[in-house]
Structures are given as C-alpha cells and as structure tokens.
C-alpha cells in the first residue's frame, strides 16, 4: 500500500529543518533570485538522519508508480542517497540492485566511470535537487549509453519553479526526455510546514516568492 504523501513529504521537511538543511530568511540563489527558504541537503549527515532521509526517498518512491528494476545515484551526493534508499526499499522486501558513477574514467582494476551492479533495463536516478538539469542529463545519457532505459527521477525537493526556459526543470525533463519525475516534497509542502511552525511574515514571504516565480 503506498505511504500517505502527506505523512513523508511532512516528516522529510521536519528532518531538513532539524539538521538546519531547510532554512529561512533570505539566500541568494545562482540564478540571481532572492529566495525566502533555502534548502542544502548535505547537512543531513549523521547514521540516524540519512536512516530517515531514506525511508522518505523509498516512500515517496513507492507513492510515484514509477515501475523500475535499478537505482542511480550521480557523483558525489547520489551515492550515499542511492546507497541509503537501496537499504530503506530492503526493509520493505524489495531488494533493488544500485550503480554511481565516478566523475574521472578509471584506467585500472575495474574501469571505466560505473560502479556497483550492473544497470538494469528500467533505472530511477536518485538525487537531491535539480537546480538547471544539466547533471541530471549527464546521467541520463550516460544510462542510455549503456543501454539501459531511464525509468523516472527522484529527488528530495521541488522549488516548482520557473527555470530559464519558464518551465520547471522537472516539468522540462518529463517534456523534454518522457521521464516521469516524482519529489519527496513540493514547494507547497514546504508552504504548510511553515504554517504554524513559523511566523505569518515568513509563510508570506514563500508565498509571494512563489507567485512571482512559481509554475503551475
């Protein structure tokens, strides 16, 4: 049966924001935006964090309908994920296969840019964010190269925002690629987070972010 999203989606916001991963105020983005939260999912990086950190990918996983045989973690911060939610999916009975990759060819030993398992047929890839996509579609082309087919994308959080094109960049890849894409949590989850827990000003501020740049 899958999870209640509301009860990941909430409980991954509430780990981001004990380990200080989700934070507000005002951040300077890459793109120039000044946005009202900031979201930095290394901070999560202790045992029992990524131990739940994972439980979240693999629920929201599940949740997506997304039918895959293997799990992809791009270099570097995929492959603790893909790693950590191949563990969280076993404590469900599902032993899935896992591969990363290094970002330089090795010469020796095993060689090449691929560790782990072998790629199955129908290959998910697990990361944090997807800010322009360009590393998302390295790994994309590097699983079709090796004939495997990319089953969908998984990431942690969905600003569903504008990207330079005024699609989303997950909105792009579905669009773009035919790849179904699904997030632990949205920008709308993080809208009711705050709710309650944070000042009126700060639930505004998010709000008011979203209008300007938001899609959908």
Same mark, same amino acid.
């Given at each position: 049966m899958p999870a209640d999203p509301t009860d990941y989606s909430q409980d991954f916001l509430a780990l !981001?924001? &004990?380990y200080? !991963? /989700?934070? @507000? #105020?005002? @951040? &300077?983005l890459k793109s120039g935006r000044v946005s009202p939260y900031f979201f930095n999912m290394g901070e999560i990086a202790?045992?029992?964090g990524m131990k739940r950190l994972a439980a979240s990918y693999a629920a929201a996983l599940a949740d997506s309908g997304i039918e895959y045989d293997s /799990? @992809? #973690?791009p270099a570097?911060? #995929?492959?603790? /994920?893909v790693a950590t939610v191949a563990c969280a999916l076993a404590d469900h009975n599902r032993d899935v296969p896992f591969t990363y990759n290094r970002k330089e060819a090795?010469?020796?030993g095993e060689g090449g840019t691929l560790v782990g398992a072998p790629l199955g047929q129908r290959v998910v890839i697990v990361d944090d964010v997807i800010t322009a996509g360009t590393a998302v579609r390295e790994a994309i082309a590097m699983i079709r190269a090796a004939g495997s087919e990319v089953a969908g994308v998984l990431i942690a959080l969905d600003r569903q925002e504008r #990207? !330079?094109?005024?699609r989303s960049p997950l909105a792009a890849l579905a669009a773009d690629e035919g790849i179904p894409t699904a997030a632990v949590a949205t920008l709308d989850d993080v809208i009711g987070y705050a709710r309650g827990r944070y000042s009126e000003a700060t639930v505004a501020a998010i709000q008011a972010y979203r209008a300007q740049y938001g899609v959908g």
């Amino acid at each position: 049966m899958p999870a209640d999203p509301t009860d990941y989606s909430q409980d991954f916001l509430a780990l !981001a924001d &004990t380990y200080n !991963a /989700l934070k @507000f #105020g005002e @951040f &300077t983005l890459k793109s120039g935006r000044v946005s009202p939260y900031f979201f930095n999912m290394g901070e999560i990086a202790s045992g029992a964090g990524m131990k739940r950190l994972a439980a979240s990918y693999a629920a929201a996983l599940a949740d997506s309908g997304i039918e895959y045989d293997s /799990l @992809f #973690g791009p270099a570097y911060k #995929g492959i603790p /994920l893909v790693a950590t939610v191949a563990c969280a999916l076993a404590d469900h009975n599902r032993d899935v296969p896992f591969t990363y990759n290094r970002k330089e060819a090795k010469d020796h030993g095993e060689g090449g840019t691929l560790v782990g398992a072998p790629l199955g047929q129908r290959v998910v890839i697990v990361d944090d964010v997807i800010t322009a996509g360009t590393a998302v579609r390295e790994a994309i082309a590097m699983i079709r190269a090796a004939g495997s087919e990319v089953a969908g994308v998984l990431i942690a959080l969905d600003r569903q925002e504008r #990207g !330079a094109d005024d699609r989303s960049p997950l909105a792009a890849l579905a669009a773009d690629e035919g790849i179904p894409t699904a997030a632990v949590a949205t920008l709308d989850d993080v809208i009711g987070y705050a709710r309650g827990r944070y000042s009126e000003a700060t639930v505004a501020a998010i709000q008011a972010y979203r209008a300007q740049y938001g899609v959908g």
